[in-house]
């Protein structure tokens, strides 16, 4: 096994995962004598060892301009370190004090419409403001200086899923600055967004705006670059509200709690400020066979999340049982808290906490899931869940900082996504990238081995294989890097919809897929999107696999044909082809095609590749995830039946293992 060096504590004080959840101890101040006090007991009987406190807690610290109450949070802080309970301490910038939003109007944001928004809601905030940047460092500062040095205090919470945006004068003229820095010149701005079309040409740096449905919303460079300043405005903000806190505290890890691959933000950029990447997983459970691509998707955002930092990540948020958001808010069944839980750890989280830790008595958060319920005691089934997986988590001490290997990777990208999403052709809306790139991901998972999710820009350094399905835009270096990772002997697979466009969305002329034409030794002439009725298919290797959706005609330039089109004009056209270039292979599948053709396309691809199977040569069952965990002497193995039916899995050297429905088995192999 190769040398392998084993991360330190995300908390360096804890050398155990972090169990526990979102604690909203000022909801209960009138009940502190009771409420506080029979929650420590309760924590403690659940296994909870880390709480997060002051996420939304602004106006108890700060009820009026100036004037600041720390005591209850000094007592919550206090009772925590004597339960040997680790607090994530929050900013509370994610919902400001109504006496703010009244006072200084000018920090609620204005929307697209350029209409300014009332006080409510959270996360109404304008990142421009000078009033709300002023204010937000000058409790973190207090914060800082009051808690730094307390014996509770293990990571910084920075505000809450940071996400939307502002269009007011003051982000207009932001907005403006970022694009003169990014081009230089508006020559340079015009060419870039293609303006020439519709005369729609920017004479003055005053000319330009954000995207608006009363303005201009077909710029598509303009549409790219507002996306771009966006995530550049959260990671200036983020930076601005970590200053104190890294000057006072500079041992204590900073993170943000990201959602997944939520698109407004480019989270690749925001996890290169952050010290720890922390994400809220709320997988929609059903109970039903469907939970095996409902717990694929939510593995392909932990190996996402995992992947920003290339190093455990923390799960800062969980539903313990029902999600009161999602449109049916289905409990979980039974083993399914504990698979929840599994499955994080397995994909490389060294927490499980949770929303919420009590449950609100009133507002819109009420019916949430959480540790203790309204009725208060241990006596509920979901606190019985909580507690078996508090438990389990004692035993893993050993699995704190060790890494995940993987020497396959799949390319997931925002700003391609972003590209994708604002299409004016194909399918328009409707290209699917984040499902298929999760289909792809589905495919190599089901091989039994573990996969790393990576931006585009990412070193392919240790890979064997790179798949990047609909690699759209080739943002600058992708291209070289790629070729020189295939010419080094590494397999590479591509599909319809790659090398389109670069980072600026202007098409690559001399024809598709641009600079990735002589890796790949194809040339594509058109793209042929299909109704929802149509069908074509994939002949190959003996077998006819069906194909939908998109469907690209291409020519070979050097590459071998393998598979060809069962239909329609382009029949026996090449539909499947793989190209010898140095060392390695490249393959290129033209159309969108069903699950059944990738399982078996990439189970050939890893055989080629001779990555071996976290099980040695045992094909994972369906319904059955199997990932693992090392510190480069032990590896841990996890073998999760994510499906609602008894599977028996052949384990290899390790044995016939039966799995009950949503059962986790943790073994470990020297």
Known sequence: METITRHPPIVAKVPHILHGGDYN????????????????????????????????SWVALEPEEGVYRFEWLDEVMDMLAENGITAVLATPSGARPAWMSRKYPEVLRVNARRERNLHGERHNHCLSSPVYREKTLAINTRLAERYGSHPALGVWHISNEYGGECHCPLCQERFRTYIRNRYGSLDAVNEAWWTSCWSHIYTDWSQIESPSPLGEINTLGLNLDWKRFTTEQFVDFYLHE??????????????????????????????????????????????????????????????????????????????????????????????VHMLQSMLAVAHGADTVQYFQFRKSRGASEKFHGAVVDHEGTENTRVFQDVAAVGERLKKLDGVVGTTTPAKAAIIYDWNIRWALDDIQGMLQSKTDYASTVVAHYAALRAQGINVDVIDSRRPLDGYSLVAAPMLYMLRPGVAESLGAFVKQGGTFAATYATGYVNESDLCFLGGFPGPLKEVLGIWCEEIDALYPEDRNAIQWNGARYEVRDLCELIHTRGAETLGVYGGDFYAGRPA?????????????????????????????????????????????????????????????????????????????????????????????IP
């Open 242 to 335: 970590i200053k104190p806190l890294k000057k006072l505290t500079p041992a204590v890890p900073c993170t943000t709690n990201l959602m997944g691959t939520y698109p407004g933000v480019d989270y690749p950029r925001l996890a290169e400020v952050l010290d720890v990447a922390s994400w809220d997983s709320y997988p929609q459970w059903t109970g039903t066979e469907r939970d095996t691509e409902i717990a694929c998707w939510t593995a392909f955002c932990h190996d996402l999340t995992r992947g920003l930092k290339g190093k455990p990540f923390m799960l800062m948020e969980s539903s313990p049982s029902a999600t009161n958001w999602r449109p049916v808010a289905k409990l979980h069944r039974p083993n």
């Open 25 to 56: 101890p000022d909801q209960w101040i009138k009940w502190k004598d009771t409420i506080w006090k029979e929650d420590m007991r309760l924590a403690k009987r659940s296994g909870v060892n880390s709480l997060s406190v002051g996420i939304f």
């Open 576 to 668: 499947l082809t793989r190209n010898r270039y140095g060392e390695g292979r490249a393959y290129f599948i033209a159309a969108r095609t069903d699950q059944d053709f990738l399982n078996a396309f990439y189970h050939t691809l890893i055989d080629e590749a001779r990555i071996p199977r976290i099980l040695k040569n045992v094909k994972t069952p369906p319904g059955v995830s199997v990932s693992s965990r090392t510190d480069g002497k032990i590896e841990y193995v996890f073998l999760m039946n994510v499906s609602p039916q008894t599977v028996t899995v052949d384990a290899g050297a390790l044995g016939a293992k039966s799995l009950e429905p949503y059962e986790t088995w943790i073994t470990q």
